[in-house]
């Protein structure tokens, strides 16, 4: 089965870091760019970062560009999102979803959930 | 700062026809913003439902077709079922390289 897995998330402090983490168990992730998106509770959905296959492309949305890192490691299949300076704005259930040429997502992980809280 | 537009909310009777649009908040949709539309259920992942403007993701019903109205990308529900209430959101790829999503339309069924 093709299938997206997120991990890593919780519940941390304002200023905080997390590291998120996207495994797919049913398929070769290297050969596939990754793009990560996020849900506020009770909030519609919202593009975070995007890595290129190789990992030589990454982009992301202002609201976390220089906070946020994308990466991946294509030997063990897996794509990450280092998050630091988190704000109680950043609290979400983040979602990484397979990218496709046409510029839209063909699968998704079921997500992690991420609070920021003192 | 580019904000995609969607209906906060519509409603369609059971068997009816339904359209969803996509807009900008300055110019128009075309298909060079590659637009896709998500479905998504509370407490579930998004489902992929249309790219490219018009195509079917796998295992989509044909009772879901997108478009380009006007200026607008759109969302068109033929023959609308009970599970068809969800929300929906649509998706655009800007030049700058970003993919931008509109704020969601929650359909409802009755």
């Known amino acids: 089965e093709v299938q997206l897995v997120e991990s890593g998330g919780g519940l941390v402090q304002p200023g905080g870091s997390l590291r998120l983490s996207c495994a797919a168990p049913?398929?070769?992730?290297?050969?596939?760019?990754i793009n990560w998106v996020r849900q506020a509770p009770g909030k519609g959905l919202e593009w975070v970062s995007y890595i290129s296959s190789s990992g030589s492309g990454t982009n992301y949305a202002d609201s976390v560009k220089g906070r946020f890192t994308i990466s991946r490691d294509n030997v063990k299949n897996s794509v990450h999102l280092q998050m630091n300076s988190l704000r109680a704005e950043d609290t979400a259930v983040y979602y990484c979803?397979?990218?496709?040429?046409?510029?839209?997502?063909?699968?998704w992980g079921k997500g992690t959930t991420v609070t920021v809280s003192s | 700062q580019t904000v995609v537009t969607q209906e906060p909310s519509f409603s369609v009777s059971p068997g009816g026809t339904v359209t969803l649009t996509c807009g900008l908040s300055?110019?128009?949709?075309?298909?060079?913003?590659?637009p896709s539309w998500y479905q998504q259920t509370p407490g579930q992942a998004p489902r992929t439902l249309i790219y490219?403007?018009?195509i079917r993701s796998s295992g989509v019903p044909d009772r879901f077709s997108g478009s380009i109205l006007g200026n607008k990308a759109a969302l068109t529900i033929t023959g609308a079922q009970a599970d068809d209430e969800s929300d929906y959101y649509c998706?655009?790829?800007?030049?700058?390289?970003?993919?931008?999503f509109g704020g969601g339309t929650k359909l409802t069924v009755l």
């Open positions: 490219n403007t018009n």
């Open positions: 979803a397979r990218a496709r040429p046409d510029y839209y997502m063909d699968v």
């Open positions: 998706m655009l790829f800007m030049s700058s390289g970003n993919w931008v």
């Open positions: 049913g398929f070769t992730l290297s050969i596939y760019s």
């Open positions: 300055s110019g128009s949709v075309s298909t060079t913003y590659y």
